[in-house]
């Protein structure tokens, strides 16, 4: 079973965006952060502007922020959106022709009931979960907070 | 989410031979009813005898039939076995490295969480509740029940 690259990067931006709040982000870093293509990152966060979950604030100081609290973007829901209409097999195509089997073959309804079941937890946790160690996700990241000015380097 | 091909003609083969269990099927048979390679179905047909769910009997009458009754072949270790080390997303992997944060990121458990409903409702199926209708999946493939000699055409 595999999700597409295009949701693992689009959860990978979220989870960047809220290791540290208090701080706007570029597409570059988080490419670098990740060892991604900023290539299909430029996509991800699109798709993500689009949904609700992303803001860009443009100007000195902007960059990318997540539009709402990390507590109110639910994984099941960003999983679902990245996913689209990718299905799990053949069988759940619009076209139920793919399969000469589909009308008449149970498997359809068994793997909607599975599929149900994997997005049922998925949609119990929210981005703030998932961010919960941010000190840790930050040093893994190399994302610095900011600081007031002419503070960072004494302490 | 996707399964892979692999998956779904390990699934598409299962229910051809479960379809009309009292007569022996041929790769090329399945290949023609599903419209999908002989070839791809070789390495399939080989990897459920090698599971123990089909066995291949030789000689005249021969052909592919079932190992086991349906009824003892559970839909989850199927797909399981089919989709082997496939998981989900990156993070899943056997290299945690292959994402930076895998080591303090908590989607990995929470993926782990969701996968684990998926297979826990396919658990709950067996191969004999995905061909209760055998009658009109027969006719659908294709597939004729054996009859005794000389009767076939008369009725």
């Not at 991604?36 to 860009?56: C, M, P, Q, R």
Request: hydrophobic share 45%.
């Amino acid at each position: 079973m595999k999700l597409t690259h295009f949701t693992d990067y689009s959860l990978r931006v979220l989870i960047f965006l809220a290791a540290e709040p208090t701080r706007r982000a570029t597409i570059a870093e988080v490419a670098e952060a990740f060892d991604v293509s900023a290539h299909h990152l430029t996509k991800v966060v699109h798709f993500l502007g689009k949904e609700g979950w992303l803001a860009n604030v443009r100007g000195k100081g902007g960059g990318m922020e997540l539009a709402l609290p990390p507590q109110h973007i639910v994984v099941g829901r960003v999983v679902r959106a990245a996913e689209g209409a990718d299905l799990p097999a053949e069988c759940f195509g619009d076209d139920p022709d793919h399969c000469p089997i589909a009308r008449v073959c149970r498997l359809r309804g068994v793997f909607k009931e599975a599929v149900d079941a994997f997005y049922a937890v998925l949609d119990r946790y929210t981005l703030a979960d998932l961010v919960q160690n941010r000190a840790a996700l930050g040093r893994v990241l190399g994302i610095q907070a900011l600081e007031p000015r002419g503070v960072a380097g004494r302490a």
